[in-house]
């Protein structure tokens, strides 16, 4: 495939990203408190989220072993950050689940693997076909921006996610309230983290693949956050009233 092609698949990727968006404002996807069986076959949560989010690793390995290009320092960092990441979401996050018993329906697991198919094919081969970044972009003000904003983003996503998962005493299954770090301020803090976190990986890979990943972030988690937010208002007539979806003080 020619680097012009990519580009094109990149863009219409982008394209069919926004449309999503879109669709999801007016369809609230069946994920966790939305879930049902009306949705069909159901999986165990956690056996659902590990199945998932490895799948975009298999993906990844492929398109960089089949690749032209051999990592060098700097690519191999990116690389690492993206890997350490889904590492973190399949593995680590659904062992710290206290959801006993908890399912989600098969279309959200197989729509979830073929998201990220895509996923491990922009990220794969452009880092086997493509990237050329010297010794000098670890000191380019791009990368340490970027790298910045990902971690930042990182441990605003984890640390919402130790809040989420320890609602819940052992036994327990209802919703509560979550309280404290970004909760003060949005309902889901940990979805707005995911979007900080790749939206700094595409300024520090400077790359149209990290783009399009930040775009298609923005557009499956915000309207997910939105459904989230109006769920919990409708749940408890208490809900702190100045208290946003996803971006604090805006939406």
């Not at 199945?51 to 990844?60: A, K, N, Q, S």
């Not at 206290?98 to 697991?109: E, L, N, W």
């Amino acid at each position: 495939m020619t680097a012009t092609t990519f580009e094109w698949i990149s863009w219409a990727w982008i394209a069919i990203g926004i449309i999503t968006f879109l669709y999801l404002f007016k369809t609230t996807a069946p994920y966790g408190r939305h879930s049902n069986e009306r949705w069909g076959p159901m999986v165990d949560n956690r056996w659902g989220w590990f199945i998932m989010e490895v799948f975009v690793l298999v993906i990844l390995a492929y398109f960089l072993w089949a690749g032209e290009k051999t990592l060098n320092t700097v690519s191999g960092i990116m690389v690492g950050f993206f890997v350490f990441h889904y590492f973190n979401r399949s593995i680590i996050f659904p062992l710290r689940l206290k959801t006993k018993g908890k399912k989600m329906p098969v279309i959200i697991m197989v729509s979830a693997m073929l998201f990220n198919t895509m996923n491990g094919f922009f990220m794969g081969y452009y880092f086997g076909n493509f990237a050329e970044y010297s010794m000098e972009w670890l000191s380019d003000l791009r990368f340490i921006l970027g790298m910045a904003v990902f971690f930042t983003g990182m441990a605003i996503n984890w640390h919402s996610d130790a809040i989420l998962i320890n609602l819940r005493k052992p036994g327990e299954t209802g919703y509560k309230i979550p309280m404290g770090g970004m909760f003060r301020w949005v309902s889901c803090p940990n979805l707005l983290g995911e979007v900080i976190e790749w939206v700094g990986f595409g300024i520090l890979t400077w790359s149209l693949p990290g783009l399009v990943f930040a775009i298609w972030t923005f557009a499956n988690v915000v309207p997910r956050a939105i459904s989230h937010h109006r769920w919990y208002k409708e749940k408890f007539p208490e809900y702190p009233k100045d208290r946003k979806a996803v971006i604090p003080g805006i939406w």
